[in-house]
């Protein structure tokens, strides 16, 4: 798992809870036939062919693909994945900021009994 999946993975876990899990859960296993990393995008159904060039894994094979073979820069894939990291560390913030006087509440020196 990369950088990128475990900071929005963590945003929407921090968000949603187990239901942000879940999502995250799906939305890797739609990625996963949508990127045509293990197979051509050709065979795929026409939902897969439909989100191909919005996913994030479907971009980073893309980016794979033209520094080895075409030799193609890489700068415009480099930018969307920067974008996405900044955004979803801007949105972790945004919670723990508006969270803020919940976190100071918690007593970490103590110890918990369940």
Known sequence: ?????????????????KTGAWLMLLFMIIQRGGSAGTYPIELSNQFFKVIHPYLPMSISIDAFRSTLSIGQSIWPETFIFATILISFNL??????TCHLRQVQRLNFSAPQTH
């Open 91 to 96: 949105l972790i913030l945004v919670f723990f």
């Open 1 to 17: 798992m990369c950088l990128r999946e475990k900071v929005s993975g963590s945003a929407f876990n921090l968000i949603l809870g």
